[in-house]
T-cell receptor, first 117, second 116 residues
Framework: AQSVTQLDSHVSVSEGTPVLLRCNYS??????LFWYVQHPNKGLQLLLK??????LVKGINGFEAEFKKSETSFHLTKPSAHMSDAAEYFC???????????????FGTGTRLKVLA | DGGITQSPKYLFRKEGQNVTLSCEQN?????MYWYRQDPGQGLRLIYY???????QKGDIAEGYSVSREKKESFPLTVTSAQKNPTAFYLC???????????????FGPGTRLLVL
């Protein structure tokens, strides 16, 4: 069965310090992996995605994530946090083979990032 | 300007009432999805549609219904059978459920449903 676990429900960092949001996945086959950001009362915006090409993926707004198959992880990082980064972040796994005949996106429960001035 | 629109932004439901949430996309996508978001639970799939005139139940379909009569539109009805409808509802679309690597979902701005 496929699943995704975001290890921290809340993360607080000071402005200008690094950000690390952790995500572990479980999948029978090599999945596609995504990070989305959601600002309050808004829809989800794609930050970056991994699709079995380069293991280090660069996204928008200075974010990047590294796919580590041996650790089944896809952690999101940013070298220097900005106040505008305060939001909720979702890690999503999409198996590349169907389960019960369908392809589904499986969402983590989210990590709320707080940036302190 | 391509994208997904949802309306209304806020919706109030009275006891025993059915309400319909609108979702429209002009991205020419075949697949569309409805998710429910509750605090601390991530997104849960209600219904999805791979193509016009076809749709499938997701993980929490009870108390909801959908239709897909046009490619651009995928309305969601929250029926009176849904006893706990208060949530944030998100519509999404993607090119198609063909399983292509890295197929991305694009999301609308959401509708917040509240019970009076």
């Amino acid at each position: 069965a496929q699943s995704v676990t975001q290890l921290d429900s809340h993360v607080s960092v000071s402005e200008g310090t690094p950000v690390l949001l952790r995500c572990n996945y479980s999948s029978s086959y090599s999945p596609s992996l995504f990070w989305y950001v959601q600002h309050p009362n808004k829809g989800l915006q794609l930050l970056l995605k991994y699709t079995s090409a380069a293991t280090l993926v660069k996204g928008i707004n200075g974010f990047e994530a590294e796919f580590k198959k041996s650790e089944t992880s896809f952690h999101l990082t940013k070298p220097s946090a900005h106040m505008s980064d305060a939001a909720e972040y979702f890690c999503v796994v999409r198996p590349t083979r169907p389960t019960s005949g369908t392809y589904k996106y499986i969402f983590g429960t989210g990590t709320r990032l707080k940036v302190l001035a | 300007d391509g994208g997904i629109t949802q309306s209304p932004k806020y919706l109030f439901r009275k006891e025993g009432q059915n309400v319909t949430l609108s979702c429209e996309q002009n991205l020419n996508h075949d697949a569309m999805y409805w998710y429910r978001q509750d605090p601390g639970q991530g997104l849960r799939l209600i219904y999805y549609s791979q193509i016009v005139n076809d749709f499938q139940k997701g993980d929490i379909a009870e108390g909801y219904s959908v239709s897909r009569e046009k490619k651009e539109s995928f309305p969601l009805t929250v029926t009176s059978a849904q006893k706990n409808p208060t949530a944030f509802y998100l519509c999404a679309s993607s090119i198609g459920l063909a399983g292509g690597l890295g197929e991305t979902q694009y999301f609308g701005p959401g509708t917040r449903l509240l019970v009076l």
